[in-house]
């Protein structure tokens, strides 16, 4: 009985073969953040990028990008948790929690945010089309 559970609770949770895909294009963003990776930062975004700070600060895919390039926005760590991935046709939504030590601008820091993530499906490569931050509450 105990082996079925378990079967059971494993096939509920089981990403399916696009959300493994955009986790990975997620995972793909976050490391490229953190290594202030131009290409990929460029490469991972769509065009149209609007990228909502927690500040209400709103940047579109040519100054996000700048920003992380130049240290403006200075990852130094990030850490993902409480993801949750849901596609519907070629949208998928992506929330989790996002921890971050930063040194922006050379001032030394700590963000913990709800973030969510738009990813839209153009050409079979998936693209990030919106973010959104929100601090988490004290």
Same mark, same amino acid.
């Not at 990403?15 to 959300?19: I, R, T, W």
């Not at 990228?51 to 209400?56: A, L, V």
């Given at each position: 009985m105990l082996l079925v559970c378990c079967m059971l609770? !494993?096939?509920a949770f089981a990403? @399916?073969?696009?959300?493994k895909v955009v986790a990975a294009q997620v995972e793909l963003l976050r490391k490229a953040m953190v290594?202030?990776?131009k290409a990929t930062l460029e490469k991972v975004s769509d065009e149209k990028l609007s =990228?909502? *700070? @927690?500040?209400?600060k709103i940047e579109d895919k040519t100054t996000f990008v700048s920003n992380i390039v130049n240290g403006?926005?200075?990852?130094?760590?990030?850490?993902? @948790?409480? $993801?949750?991935?849901?596609?519907?046709g070629n949208t998928a939504i992506v929330r989790h929690t996002f921890s971050a030590d930063t040194n922006d601008g !050379?001032?030394? !820091? *700590?963000?913990?945010? =709800?973030?969510l993530l738009v990813w839209g499906k153009d050409g !079979? $490569?998936?693209k990030l089309l919106a973010r959104q931050a929100v601090k988490v509450p004290a």
């Open positions: 609770s !494993g096939i990403q @399916s073969k696009e959300e290594d202030a990776d =990228y909502g *700070h @927690s500040s209400g403006k926005s200075d990852f130094v760590t990030i850490d993902l @948790s409480e $993801q949750k991935i849901v596609i519907t !050379g001032v030394a !820091g *700590h963000v913990k945010l =709800y973030i !079979g $490569q998936w």
